[in-house]
């Protein structure tokens, strides 16, 4: 079981690079919690180690690039995925045909909200790629800006915890507390996603036009 103190202690021997290179791996379904890691590439800064501010880009686009290599994974091999080890221990049919049910009940929406959800994240995004539910483009839009939410959340809380590792713990194990902090964000992601509805919509339509082309 992976702790929080001892992912800041591995962490803050490589900096960059081990926080960018374990968030690639956890997309993948390294068991190692993504969150977790974030808030730690958050107090390492707050140590000291390196800079908040350059750490939460590094951990963007290391979120980011972990959930492409999903997608495409699934894009790529459809559902012959399933017979490779690695769609095995993403994925399974019984959660598979639950996801694409979703997909068409509540359309893109999943995506957004798999940023959101421990444990499905790569499961969706690995289905999204199966389907072939929205386009490459699409999908880093919709993924995008929901990371856009959740990293720098989840890495200045790590780095104004940082001064008080035992509080930050406590307070991250705190069932009320996860509840609440779930809630802003899910408040936030429904509020977010009305703004750039149209966004991704138009995004869409433009980048469908020039692959027609």
């Not at 994974?73 to 080890?85: A, T, V």
């Amino acid at each position: 079981m992976f702790s929080l103190s001892s992912i800041v202690n591995f962490y803050s021997s490589s900096g960059y690079l081990a926080v960018f290179s374990v968030l690639l791996l956890c997309g993948m379904g390294l068991p190692v919690p993504e969150d977790i890691s974030i808030v730690a590439g958050g107090v390492i800064s707050g140590l000291g180690y390196t800079n908040v501010h350059i750490m939460c880009v590094v951990s963007f686009f290391g979120v980011l690039a972990g959930d492409i290599i999903v997608y495409s994974l699934g894009r790529y091999f459809g559902e012959q995925i399933f017979s490779r080890k690695i769609g095995k221990r993403l994925l399974n049919n019984s959660w598979y045909d639950r996801i694409v049910k979703s997909f068409q009940q509540n359309g893109k929406k999943v995506l957004f909200a798999a940023r959101f959800m421990p444990g499905l994240r790569a499961p969706i995004f690995l289905s999204a790629g199966i389907t072939k539910f929205t386009g490459f483009g699409t999908f880093i839009l919709i993924d995008g800006f929901a990371a856009l939410i959740s990293v720098p959340v989840w890495t200045y809380l790590g780095f104004y915890g940082a001064s008080n590792m035992d509080i930050l713990i406590k307070w991250m194990k705190n069932t009320k507390i996860g509840i609440i902090v779930v809630f802003l964000v899910l408040v936030a992601v429904f509020i977010i996603s009305k703004l750039f509805k149209k966004k991704i919509v138009a995004a869409e339509i433009v980048m469908n036009n020039g692959n027609d082309k």
